[in-house]
T-cell receptor, first 112, second 113 residues
Framework: ETGVTQTPRHLVMGMTNKKSLKCEQH?????MYWYKQSAKKPLELMFV???????ENNSVPSRFSPECPNSSHLFLHLHTLQPEDSALYLC???????????FGDGTRLSIL | GEDVEQSLFLSVREGDSSVINCTYT??????LYWYKQEPGAGLQLLTY?????DMKQDQRLTVLLNKKDKHLSLRIADTQTGDSAIYFC?????????????FGTGTRLLVSP
């Protein structure tokens, strides 16, 4: 139990679908992150939120849309994805934006 | 540039010590981290070291930091089969007001009985 819960654990979707990934942290942290983990590549930072304000958008295509309604919840809205977007999407949180990050177990996303 | 390098694979026997090595590029990194990833799971924070330290010990784990050579290592004493996983090294970089982590591609540790 990491204190960071991601749902769903697995998602298969077509390129024209719209879906959302959810992340919830129970650690009382103020910063949350989305990462993408693809095979044979280092983890790629996608978005950073601190106190519900987006502080980083790491050149992510607009087909990925994050939402942070409060400091405990983070969403990643997906639409019109491409096959190369198939990956493990990891959420992380930290006490503030300069403290160690704690990760969830990820959502394994497959685009057909 | 941002680059963290690790060897891809390490195989040891149960009971031996494992040493996983990492080199990084940013001499101004504040913290350096070791994460563990088991199959089907996310990254588990194992330990981290502040850049003004050169060693940190936590039970079976020992982290050594050589700032001059930008080299970080993780030693696991008395390695168990449950230690089989992928180990990621990460350096922190100050980036527009937050601590950006730059990860290596991971070292797969295989522990045989």
């Amino acid at each position: 139990e990491t204190g960071v819960t991601q749902t769903p654990r697995h998602l298969v979707m077509g390129m024209t679908n719209k879906k959302s990934l959810k992340c919830e942290q129970h650690l009382g942290h103020n910063a949350m992150y989305w990462y993408k983990q693809s095979a044979k590549k280092p983890l790629e930072l996608m978005f950073v939120y601190s106190l519900e304000e987006r502080v980083e958008n790491n050149s992510v295509p607009s087909r990925f849309s994050p939402e942070c309604p409060n400091s405990s919840h983070l969403f990643l809205h997906l639409h019109t994805l491409q096959p190369e977007d198939s990956a493990l999407y990891l959420c992380a949180s930290s006490r503030d934006r300069n403290q160690p990050q704690h990760f969830g177990d990820g959502t394994r996303l497959s685009i057909l | 540039g941002e680059d963290v390098e690790q060897s891809l694979f390490l195989s040891v026997r149960e009971g031996d010590s494992s040493v996983i090595n990492c080199t990084y590029t940013d001499s101004s990194s504040t913290y350096l981290y070791w994460y563990k990833q088991e199959p089907g799971a996310g990254l588990q924070l194992l330990t981290y070291i502040f850049s003004n330290m050169d060693m940190k010990q936590d039970q079976r784990l020992t982290v050594l930091l050589n700032k001059k050579d930008k080299h970080l290592s993780l030693r696991i004493a008395d390695t168990q089969t449950g230690d089989s996983a992928i180990y990621f090294c990460a350096e922190s970089m100050d980036h527009t007001g937050f601590q950006k982590l730059v990860f290596g591609t991971g070292t797969r540790l295989l522990v045989s009985p």
